[in-house]
Protein backbone atom coordinates (compact mmCIF):
# COMPACT_ATOMS: atom_id res chain seq x y z
CA UNK A 1 0.00 0.00 0.00
CA UNK A 2 1.39 3.23 -1.16
CA UNK A 3 1.73 5.83 1.84
CA UNK A 4 -0.60 9.07 1.94
CA UNK A 5 1.45 11.74 0.57
CA UNK A 6 2.44 14.61 3.10
CA UNK A 7 0.96 18.41 2.74
CA UNK A 8 3.39 21.01 3.59
CA UNK A 9 1.45 24.50 3.61
CA UNK A 10 3.09 27.90 3.29
CA UNK A 11 1.63 31.29 4.85
CA UNK A 12 2.70 34.09 3.13
CA UNK A 13 2.94 34.07 -0.99
CA UNK A 14 6.34 36.07 -0.32
CA UNK A 15 9.84 36.02 -1.30
CA UNK A 16 10.43 33.59 1.58
CA UNK A 17 7.50 31.67 0.79
CA UNK A 18 8.02 31.29 -2.99
CA UNK A 19 11.28 30.26 -2.54
CA UNK A 20 10.67 27.93 -0.05
CA UNK A 21 7.81 25.99 -2.03
CA UNK A 22 10.29 26.29 -4.85
CA UNK A 23 13.07 24.26 -2.93
CA UNK A 24 11.03 21.57 -2.25
CA UNK A 25 10.25 21.31 -5.05
CA UNK A 26 14.06 20.92 -6.34
CA UNK A 27 15.10 18.91 -3.17
CA UNK A 28 12.46 15.97 -4.61
CA UNK A 29 9.01 16.95 -2.23
CA UNK A 30 6.74 15.04 -4.04
CA UNK A 31 3.73 15.60 -1.95
CA UNK A 32 0.96 18.86 -1.79
CA UNK A 33 2.47 22.31 -1.64
CA UNK A 34 -0.27 24.98 -0.83
CA UNK A 35 1.09 28.20 -0.80
CA UNK A 36 -1.82 30.88 0.82
CA UNK A 37 -1.10 34.94 0.21
CA UNK A 38 -3.47 37.71 1.12
CA UNK A 39 -2.72 39.93 -1.89
CA UNK A 40 -4.09 39.80 -5.22
CA UNK A 41 -0.65 38.91 -7.12
CA UNK A 42 1.72 35.91 -6.93
CA UNK A 43 4.69 36.48 -5.12
CA UNK A 44 6.63 39.55 -6.26
CA UNK A 45 10.00 41.52 -4.85
CA UNK A 46 9.80 44.54 -3.38
CA UNK A 47 12.84 46.35 -3.90
CA UNK A 48 11.78 47.83 -7.30
CA UNK A 49 8.70 49.63 -5.43
CA UNK A 50 10.76 52.05 -4.00
CA UNK A 51 13.33 52.26 -7.42
CA UNK A 52 12.95 51.01 -10.84
CA UNK A 53 9.15 50.04 -10.66
CA UNK A 54 8.39 53.10 -8.78
CA UNK A 55 9.72 55.10 -11.16
CA UNK A 56 8.42 53.65 -14.38
CA UNK A 57 11.86 52.32 -15.64
CA UNK A 58 10.62 48.91 -15.75
CA UNK A 59 8.00 46.68 -16.29
CA UNK A 60 5.71 44.85 -14.01
CA UNK A 61 6.65 41.73 -15.12
CA UNK A 62 9.98 42.20 -13.41
CA UNK A 63 8.92 42.23 -10.01
CA UNK A 64 7.59 38.57 -9.93
CA UNK A 65 9.31 36.07 -8.41
CA UNK A 66 8.59 33.59 -11.04
CA UNK A 67 6.87 33.45 -14.44
CA UNK A 68 2.97 33.66 -13.80
CA UNK A 69 2.60 28.98 -15.36
CA UNK A 70 5.81 28.61 -12.73
CA UNK A 71 3.18 27.40 -9.93
CA UNK A 72 0.99 25.39 -11.85
CA UNK A 73 3.82 24.11 -13.79
CA UNK A 74 5.58 22.18 -10.45
CA UNK A 75 2.18 21.42 -8.96
CA UNK A 76 2.26 24.29 -6.22
CA UNK A 77 -1.05 25.51 -4.89
CA UNK A 78 -1.14 28.94 -4.90
CA UNK A 79 -4.08 30.46 -3.60
CA UNK A 80 -4.14 34.20 -3.87
CA UNK A 81 -6.78 36.92 -1.92
CA UNK A 82 -6.61 34.19 0.88
CA UNK A 83 -5.93 35.01 4.28
CA UNK A 84 -5.16 31.90 7.05
CA UNK A 85 -7.52 33.52 9.75
CA UNK A 86 -6.29 30.57 12.54
CA UNK A 87 -3.65 28.19 13.41
CA UNK A 88 -4.23 25.09 15.53
CA UNK A 89 -0.54 23.39 16.16
CA UNK A 90 -1.99 20.75 17.89
CA UNK A 91 -4.27 19.56 15.84
CA UNK A 92 -1.96 20.60 12.71
CA UNK A 93 -4.78 22.54 10.70
CA UNK A 94 -5.70 26.03 9.14
CA UNK A 95 -8.27 28.03 8.90
CA UNK A 96 -8.76 29.63 5.63
CA UNK A 97 -10.63 33.30 5.18
CA UNK A 98 -13.14 31.31 3.28
CA UNK A 99 -13.96 28.95 6.14
CA UNK A 100 -12.24 26.46 5.03
CA UNK A 101 -9.80 24.18 6.86
CA UNK A 102 -6.59 22.73 5.96
CA UNK A 103 -4.79 20.13 7.52
CA UNK A 104 -0.91 20.17 7.00
CA UNK A 105 2.39 18.06 8.12
CA UNK A 106 4.47 20.98 8.05
CA UNK A 107 3.68 24.53 8.15
CA UNK A 108 5.84 27.44 7.08
CA UNK A 109 4.66 30.91 8.31
CA UNK A 110 6.33 33.59 5.99
CA UNK A 111 3.21 36.21 6.87
CA UNK A 112 5.85 39.14 6.61
CA UNK A 113 5.63 42.36 8.22
CA UNK A 114 3.39 45.32 8.03
CA UNK A 115 4.27 49.24 7.85
CA UNK A 116 3.90 50.91 11.18
CA UNK A 117 1.38 53.61 11.29
CA UNK A 118 2.28 56.70 12.61
CA UNK A 119 -0.40 57.84 15.33
CA UNK A 120 -1.06 61.74 15.04
CA UNK A 121 -4.05 64.21 14.41
CA UNK A 122 -5.11 63.73 11.08
CA UNK A 123 -3.12 60.07 10.21
CA UNK A 124 -6.71 59.75 8.50
CA UNK A 125 -6.70 62.18 5.79
CA UNK A 126 -6.80 61.60 2.42
CA UNK A 127 -3.27 61.75 0.94
CA UNK A 128 -1.23 59.85 3.24
CA UNK A 129 0.74 57.22 2.04
CA UNK A 130 2.22 54.06 3.19
CA UNK A 131 4.24 51.71 0.40
CA UNK A 132 4.42 47.98 1.53
CA UNK A 133 2.95 46.24 -1.84
CA UNK A 134 2.69 46.13 -5.05
CA UNK A 135 -0.48 48.28 -4.98
CA UNK A 136 0.83 50.39 -2.95
CA UNK A 137 3.75 50.98 -5.11
CA UNK A 138 1.30 51.30 -8.27
CA UNK A 139 -0.82 54.01 -6.54
CA UNK A 140 1.80 55.87 -6.21
CA UNK A 141 3.42 55.91 -9.75
CA UNK A 142 0.13 57.17 -10.96
CA UNK A 143 0.86 59.90 -8.49
CA UNK A 144 3.92 60.93 -9.69
CA UNK A 145 3.28 61.09 -13.28
CA UNK A 146 2.28 64.85 -12.37
CA UNK A 147 3.46 67.52 -10.56
CA UNK A 148 3.49 66.79 -7.09
CA UNK A 149 4.79 68.60 -3.64
CA UNK A 150 5.59 65.81 -1.42
CA UNK A 151 6.09 65.45 2.13
CA UNK A 152 8.00 62.03 3.15
CA UNK A 153 7.86 61.30 6.54
CA UNK A 154 10.93 58.97 7.92
CA UNK A 155 14.50 59.34 6.36
CA UNK A 156 15.38 55.49 6.74
CA UNK A 157 15.25 52.70 3.80
CA UNK A 158 11.81 53.01 2.54
CA UNK A 159 11.45 57.01 2.97
CA UNK A 160 15.12 57.89 1.71
CA UNK A 161 14.66 55.78 -1.12
CA UNK A 162 11.31 56.81 -2.22
CA UNK A 163 12.50 60.23 -1.56
CA UNK A 164 15.52 59.73 -3.86
CA UNK A 165 13.43 58.74 -6.63
CA UNK A 166 10.82 60.95 -6.69
CA UNK A 167 13.33 63.77 -6.77
CA UNK A 168 14.66 61.36 -10.14
CA UNK A 169 11.13 61.74 -11.75
CA UNK A 170 11.27 65.55 -10.75
CA UNK A 171 9.12 66.36 -7.64
CA UNK A 172 9.69 68.44 -5.00
CA UNK A 173 10.11 66.53 -1.23
CA UNK A 174 10.77 67.15 1.93
CA UNK A 175 12.34 64.75 3.89
CA UNK A 176 11.49 64.84 7.36
CA UNK A 177 12.92 63.03 10.61
CA UNK A 178 13.60 63.19 14.52
CA UNK A 179 17.02 61.94 13.75
CA UNK A 180 20.14 64.48 13.53
CA UNK A 181 21.12 62.65 10.16
CA UNK A 182 19.17 59.63 8.10
CA UNK A 183 19.46 56.38 9.77
CA UNK A 184 21.40 57.66 12.34
CA UNK A 185 20.44 54.44 14.59
CA UNK A 186 22.21 52.05 12.00
CA UNK A 187 24.92 53.88 10.58
CA UNK A 188 25.70 56.36 13.26
CA UNK A 189 27.31 59.80 12.39
CA UNK A 190 29.87 59.92 9.67
CA UNK A 191 27.61 57.47 6.78
CA UNK A 192 23.99 59.61 7.87
CA UNK A 193 25.83 62.95 7.19
CA UNK A 194 27.13 61.24 3.87
CA UNK A 195 23.15 60.42 2.57
CA UNK A 196 22.26 63.69 4.20
CA UNK A 197 24.47 65.79 2.09
CA UNK A 198 23.78 63.34 -1.14
CA UNK A 199 20.03 63.94 -0.59
CA UNK A 200 20.65 68.30 0.01
CA UNK A 201 22.87 68.07 -3.33
CA UNK A 202 19.82 66.90 -5.16
CA UNK A 203 17.37 69.52 -3.80
CA UNK A 204 15.72 67.75 -1.05
CA UNK A 205 14.63 70.14 1.35
CA UNK A 206 16.29 68.19 4.38
CA UNK A 207 13.79 69.22 8.05
CA UNK A 208 15.60 66.64 10.61
CA UNK A 209 15.56 66.84 14.30
CA UNK A 210 12.15 67.11 14.16
CA UNK A 211 9.02 64.53 14.19
CA UNK A 212 5.25 65.31 13.21
CA UNK A 213 2.43 66.57 15.23
CA UNK A 214 -0.19 66.45 13.13
CA UNK A 215 -0.84 66.37 9.63
CA UNK A 216 -3.53 68.79 8.47
CA UNK A 217 -6.43 69.62 5.91
CA UNK A 218 -10.15 69.75 5.10
CA UNK A 219 -10.63 65.99 4.33
CA UNK A 220 -7.25 65.63 2.38
CA UNK A 221 -3.68 66.48 3.18
CA UNK A 222 -2.74 69.71 2.63
CA UNK A 223 0.27 70.61 4.98
CA UNK A 224 2.25 68.68 8.07
CA UNK A 225 2.90 70.44 10.82
CA UNK A 226 6.44 69.03 12.27
CA UNK A 227 6.88 69.53 16.25
CA UNK A 228 8.37 72.61 15.92
CA UNK A 229 5.20 74.30 14.75
CA UNK A 230 6.80 74.55 10.84
CA UNK A 231 4.11 73.58 8.57
CA UNK A 232 5.56 72.04 5.04
CA UNK A 233 2.76 72.61 2.45
CA UNK A 234 2.57 69.51 0.36
CA UNK A 235 0.24 67.22 -1.88
CA UNK A 236 0.78 64.24 -0.94
CA UNK A 237 2.79 62.58 2.00
CA UNK A 238 4.39 59.02 2.19
CA UNK A 239 5.48 57.74 5.40
CA UNK A 240 8.00 55.62 5.94
CA UNK A 241 8.85 54.56 9.73
CA UNK A 242 9.55 51.27 10.03
CA UNK A 243 7.59 48.11 9.76
CA UNK A 244 6.25 45.20 12.45
CA UNK A 245 5.96 41.72 12.03
CA UNK A 246 2.66 40.15 11.28
CA UNK A 247 2.87 37.87 14.57
CA UNK A 248 -0.64 37.69 15.23
CA UNK A 249 -1.73 34.54 14.03
CA UNK A 250 1.56 32.47 15.86
CA UNK A 251 0.62 34.61 18.96
CA UNK A 252 -2.96 33.40 18.65
CA UNK A 253 -2.02 29.99 18.45
CA UNK A 254 -0.16 30.05 21.27
CA UNK A 255 3.48 30.20 19.73
CA UNK A 256 6.68 31.85 21.14
CA UNK A 257 6.82 35.38 19.83
CA UNK A 258 9.11 38.23 20.78
CA UNK A 259 10.33 40.92 17.64
CA UNK A 260 8.81 38.45 15.49
CA UNK A 261 7.91 34.15 15.64
CA UNK A 262 10.94 32.51 18.05
CA UNK A 263 12.73 30.04 15.96
CA UNK A 264 16.04 28.22 17.18
CA UNK A 265 18.78 27.81 14.40
CA UNK A 266 17.14 25.29 12.30
CA UNK A 267 13.91 27.88 11.68
CA UNK A 268 11.60 25.56 13.62
CA UNK A 269 8.59 27.48 16.03
CA UNK A 270 8.22 26.36 19.53
CA UNK A 271 5.47 24.42 17.99
CA UNK A 272 6.63 20.95 16.50
CA UNK A 273 6.09 20.94 12.70
CA UNK A 274 5.90 24.88 12.30
CA UNK A 275 8.41 26.54 10.84
CA UNK A 276 9.42 30.34 10.26
CA UNK A 277 11.35 32.23 7.77
CA UNK A 278 11.70 36.17 6.20
CA UNK A 279 10.72 39.44 7.84
CA UNK A 280 8.76 37.89 10.49
CA UNK A 281 11.24 35.42 12.04
CA UNK A 282 13.22 36.12 15.16
CA UNK A 283 16.28 33.16 14.39
CA UNK A 284 18.86 32.80 17.08
CA UNK A 285 21.88 33.10 14.83
CA UNK A 286 24.70 30.59 16.26
CA UNK A 287 27.57 33.43 15.02
CA UNK A 288 25.60 36.44 17.27
CA UNK A 289 24.48 34.51 19.86
CA UNK A 290 21.18 35.78 19.84
CA UNK A 291 18.21 36.28 18.38
CA UNK A 292 17.92 38.49 15.13
CA UNK A 293 15.16 39.01 13.05
CA UNK A 294 15.89 40.27 9.57
CA UNK A 295 13.88 42.71 7.58
CA UNK A 296 15.63 42.80 4.11
CA UNK A 297 15.46 41.19 0.73
CA UNK A 298 18.61 38.87 1.32
CA UNK A 299 17.34 37.36 3.87
CA UNK A 300 14.34 36.39 2.65
CA UNK A 301 15.83 34.87 -0.23
CA UNK A 302 17.97 32.51 1.73
CA UNK A 303 15.80 31.64 4.78
CA UNK A 304 13.03 30.52 2.72
CA UNK A 305 14.80 27.84 0.99
CA UNK A 306 16.91 27.23 4.94
CA UNK A 307 13.38 26.57 6.21
CA UNK A 308 11.83 24.33 3.29
CA UNK A 309 15.49 22.05 3.69
CA UNK A 310 14.28 21.98 7.37
CA UNK A 311 11.06 21.10 7.02
CA UNK A 312 12.05 18.03 4.82
CA UNK A 313 14.54 16.74 8.10
CA UNK A 314 17.49 17.96 7.41
CA UNK A 315 19.42 19.34 9.20
CA UNK A 316 19.67 23.41 9.22
CA UNK A 317 22.12 25.69 10.57
CA UNK A 318 21.33 29.05 9.62
CA UNK A 319 23.77 31.81 10.28
CA UNK A 320 23.97 34.19 7.08
CA UNK A 321 25.83 37.42 7.95
CA UNK A 322 23.24 40.18 7.63
CA UNK A 323 23.24 41.62 3.92
CA UNK A 324 21.27 45.11 2.22
CA UNK A 325 21.60 46.77 -0.31
CA UNK A 326 20.30 50.00 -1.78
CA UNK A 327 20.48 52.69 -4.47
CA UNK A 328 19.43 56.32 -3.95
CA UNK A 329 20.79 58.86 -7.21
CA UNK A 330 24.07 57.47 -8.46
CA UNK A 331 24.95 56.34 -5.24
CA UNK A 332 24.76 52.37 -4.97
CA UNK A 333 25.92 50.49 -1.07
CA UNK A 334 25.81 47.08 -0.33
CA UNK A 335 26.07 46.27 4.15
CA UNK A 336 27.09 43.34 5.37
CA UNK A 337 27.26 42.69 8.81
CA UNK A 338 25.18 43.58 12.23
CA UNK A 339 26.44 46.13 14.42
CA UNK A 340 24.07 47.21 16.89
CA UNK A 341 27.18 48.99 18.93
CA UNK A 342 30.79 50.11 17.25
CA UNK A 343 33.66 52.18 18.60
CA UNK A 344 34.89 53.82 15.58
CA UNK A 345 33.88 53.84 11.84
CA UNK A 346 37.19 53.79 9.27
CA UNK A 347 37.37 54.41 6.16
CA UNK A 348 39.09 53.04 2.72
CA UNK A 349 39.15 56.14 0.19
CA UNK A 350 37.26 59.44 0.90
CA UNK A 351 33.34 59.66 1.17
CA UNK A 352 33.57 62.93 -0.74
CA UNK A 353 34.76 61.12 -4.01
CA UNK A 354 31.71 58.97 -3.56
CA UNK A 355 33.54 55.49 -3.57
CA UNK A 356 34.68 54.37 -0.67
CA UNK A 357 34.01 51.28 1.82
CA UNK A 358 33.64 52.01 5.76
CA UNK A 359 34.15 49.71 8.48
CA UNK A 360 32.53 49.39 11.77
CA UNK A 361 34.47 48.50 14.20
CA UNK A 362 34.11 46.85 17.69
CA UNK A 363 37.08 45.99 20.21
CA UNK A 364 39.52 46.34 16.98
CA UNK A 365 37.19 43.81 14.51
CA UNK A 366 35.12 44.34 11.87
CA UNK A 367 31.64 44.17 12.93
CA UNK A 368 29.96 45.79 9.70
CA UNK A 369 30.99 47.03 6.43
CA UNK A 370 29.50 49.12 4.06
CA UNK A 371 30.66 49.52 0.32
CA UNK A 372 29.67 52.48 -1.75
CA UNK A 373 29.92 52.52 -5.67
CA UNK A 374 33.04 49.92 -4.82
CA UNK A 375 32.21 46.44 -5.90
CA UNK A 376 33.13 42.47 -5.70
CA UNK A 377 34.12 43.22 -2.06
CA UNK A 378 31.27 41.73 0.10
CA UNK A 379 32.65 38.56 -0.03
CA UNK A 380 35.94 40.03 1.66
CA UNK A 381 34.19 42.06 4.13
CA UNK A 382 31.90 39.04 5.46
CA UNK A 383 35.22 36.60 5.56
CA UNK A 384 36.70 39.52 8.04
CA UNK A 385 33.62 39.31 9.72
CA UNK A 386 33.25 35.94 10.01
CA UNK A 387 37.11 35.96 10.88
CA UNK A 388 36.31 37.79 14.13
CA UNK A 389 40.29 38.66 14.51
CA UNK A 390 41.68 42.21 15.05
CA UNK A 391 42.37 44.37 12.39
CA UNK A 392 45.50 45.87 11.27
CA UNK A 393 43.49 49.49 10.66
CA UNK A 394 46.05 50.98 8.81
CA UNK A 395 45.98 48.05 6.23
CA UNK A 396 42.65 47.52 6.00
CA UNK A 397 42.23 51.02 5.57
CA UNK A 398 45.47 52.04 2.90
CA UNK A 399 43.10 51.90 -0.65
CA UNK A 400 46.69 51.42 -2.19
CA UNK A 401 46.78 47.77 -0.30
CA UNK A 402 44.92 44.95 -1.40
CA UNK A 403 41.91 44.54 0.99
CA UNK A 404 42.82 41.04 0.69
CA UNK A 405 46.12 41.30 2.60
CA UNK A 406 43.48 42.63 6.22
CA UNK A 407 41.44 39.03 5.02
CA UNK A 408 44.52 36.73 4.54
CA UNK A 409 45.73 38.03 7.85
CA UNK A 410 42.42 37.87 9.65
CA UNK A 411 41.64 34.24 8.54
CA UNK A 412 45.67 33.11 8.93
CA UNK A 413 44.78 33.89 12.65
CA UNK A 414 41.99 32.17 13.07
Known sequence: MVGKK????????????????????????????????????????????????????????????????????????????TAVTALDPVAATVTLSGGTELGYDRLLLATGAEPRRLRVAGADLEGIHYLRTLADC?????????GARIAVVGAGWIGSEFAASARQVGHEVTLIDPGAVPNERIFGAEIGSFYRDLHARHGVDLVLGEGVESFEGDGRLDRVRTSSGRAIECDFAVI????????????????????????????????????????????????????L??????????????????????????????????????????????????????????PASGEFIAFWLCDGRVVAGMNVNVWDVSDQIRTLIGSRRTVDVPTLTDPDTPLGSSVDIATSRS
Open 6 to 81: RTFIIVGASLAGAKAAEELRERGFDGQIVLVGAESDRPYERPPLTKDYLRGESDRGSNFVHEEGFYAAHEISLLTD
Open 138 to 146: ELLRDRLRG
Open 240 to 291: GIGVLPRTDLARDAGLGVENGILVDAGLQTTAPGVFAAGDVASAWHPFYGGQ
Open 293 to 350: RVEHWSNALTQGPAAARAMLGETVRYEHIPYFFSDQYEVGMEYSGYAPHWDEVVFRGD
